[in-house]
């Protein structure tokens, strides 16, 4: 079959399947002919005494490899040195091969070998290294980057410390700052004994780094500093860094993008469309209950309640919209059962003599699932055992602030509270957790519960399911108001 049959061929095949014919891909250009360092410039990266010798000295090409310091005498002290190309390069994908050689120096005796590709080089700084973005070349590191006197951002696994995409757990990170070097952890370790294949992909302000064919790091948003601004990074030289280890570079080319190369994460990856979550339409002034709300007293009732010592029907009154604490009487608690909720509730402690001091004032607490107190008591000007205070998870957890008002006036506690798990066996799986703002104001902040509340010992904990919300008859004629709750 004839050269142009063939073509027709595989023309019709590609139109029979459905499928276009892939995009040609563009030749590879070498940057390093591999006979001299043609095209190439070599600077000290460090301070250089007088009368140094020329930096292109520490490097020879030899067998079709760049090799920095292949004189010098091991453990000896050695500047840090580059090879920049004298051409400028924007969007292009670049390949090349390392390996270390044996020899180490000073001041990196003890380290590990270190190097590096530097791209979108773009201000040249005495005795230091090029402002660029780097795609890190290190025994063990090689990918991390560097923005070097440079800005870029990327995706980091907030656990790890190490690049993540974002369907991964990545989450966007910036560092960089002039006059300084700041790290992004690569995703992978992908280094070989001997030869190793380096490649970037750079497509405007965006690159890709990629060891032995594995993608292990990806940054964007890269910015230069322009004296007043960080400005959009897009272009600039290459460099291939000497850092007091030997090394050998080779086969250093680059080509022109194609679509089929690697294109930065679409913002669209992050976007989460479903499930839409429920509509709730807030209250109409502030504290009032929301669409969703299991309203537990609103000034009419005590239909919710019950007594929480037999069962029977909730005793406490109701008076001008409020529900008073009748003493004696008992706690009362909620018919229905809860779980994980957010909880609203508003309180009034009663004028009291001066002689009511301590925890005789104003006392009453809000027990989460029947069993965890939050404690209402009148500290506006009565000192009391912190852990035992307005506030507090009662002799758990001291409240950070006190915001309390004075007796006579309305606080109000928002709590979100959720519920303790239990294993089929009956022992602990995650604690209650409780946060809690009163009078808007912080007071706990995700307390992980030691256990059920107790007046006398440690707390503990005793697996169970729902429960009810209880409110503390202590004696005193504590007044509440609009109370409601969303199940979580």
């Known amino acids: 079959m004839s050269r ?39 600077q000290y990266a460090s301070k250089a005494e007088a009368g140094a010798p020329p930096a292109s000295s520490y490097f020879k090409v030899e067998n079709g490899e760049i090799r920095a310091y292949p004189t010098q005498q091991a453990g000896s002290q050695q500047p840090n040195l580059v ?16 390996k270390w050689g044996q020899k180490k120096f000073a001041p990196r005796n003890e380290h590990v070998r270190d190097a590096g590709l530097l791209y979108h080089v773009y201000r040249f700084r005495d005795g230091d290294w090029p402002a660029s973005a780097e795609a890190q070349i290190q025994e063990g590191d090689t990918g991390d980057s560097w923005a070097v006197s440079s800005r870029v951002s990327s995706f980091v696994n907030p656990k790890t410390g190490r690049y993540a995409p974002p369907e991964d757990g990545g989450v966007p990170t910036t560092v960089g700052k002039w006059g300084d070097w700041q790290r992004t952890r690569h995703g992978k370790v992908n280094e070989y004994p001997g030869w190793n294949t380096v490649e970037i992909i750079v497509r405007g302000d965006t690159a890709t780094h990629i060891v032995n064919g594995v993608i292990n790091n990806r940054v964007y948003d890269l910015k230069s500093w322009d004296g007043a601004s960080w400005v959009k990074l897009d272009h600039g030289r290459i460099a291939l860094q000497a850092e007091s280890a030997e090394i050998s570079y080779r086969n250093i080319k680059v080509r022109p993008l ?63 919209g409020e529900m008073v604490v009748a003493p004696g009487t008992g706690d009362i608690q909620t018919k229905e ?79 979100i509270f959720k519920a303790p798990r239990f294993n089929a066996d009956g022992s602990l799986k995650s604690p209650a957790r409780v946060t809690v703002l009163h009078n808007g104001v912080l007071v706990q902040d995700g307390y992980d519960l030691k256990g059920a509340t107790a007046y006398i010992g440690a707390p503990s904990y005793r697996p169970h399911g729902d429960m009810p919300l209880r409110l503390q008859d202590h004696s005193h004629e504590v007044r509440f108001r609009n109370i409601w709750l969303r199940k979580l």
């Not at 005789?360 to 912190?386: A, H, I, K, M, W």
């Not at 998870?393 to 409240?399: A, L």
Request: with cysteine.
């Open 4 to 42: 142009i049959s063939v073509f027709a061929a595989a023309t019709l095949l590609a139109v029979f399947s459905g499928k276009a014919p892939a995009e040609s891909m563009p030749a590879w250009k070498p940057i390093f002919n591999g006979k001299n360092l043609a095209g190439w410039t070599a």
């Open 83 to 98: 090879l920049v190309t004298d051409a400028d390069f924007k969007d292009y994908r670049l390949s090349l091969e390392y």
């Open 258 to 320: 194609t679509k089929d190369d690697d294109m930065p994460p679409d913002p669209k990856v992050t976007e989460v469309w479903f499930p839409v979550p429920a509509k709730v339409t807030p209250g109409a002034t502030p504290g009032a209950p929301p669409s969703d709300a299991v309203v537990l007293f609103d000034g009419e009732n005590v239909d919710a309640w019950r007594s929480a010592k037999d069962g029977s029907a909730a005793r406490w009154k109701v008076v001008n």
């Open 337 to 415: 059962g809860f779980g994980d909720v957010q909880l609203h509730i508003e309180w009034c402690g009663p004028q009291l003599p001066p002689d009511k001091v301590n925890q005789d004032r104003g006392n009453s607490g809000v027990f989460l699932q029947d069993v965890y107190e939050v404690q209402v008591l009148d500290n506006f000007e009565n000192p009391t055992y912190v852990n035992g205070m307005v506030g507090s998870i009662y002799k758990q957890k001291p409240p950070l602030v006190n915001p309390t008002l004075p007796a006579g006036t309305w606080n109000v506690y928002d709590i």
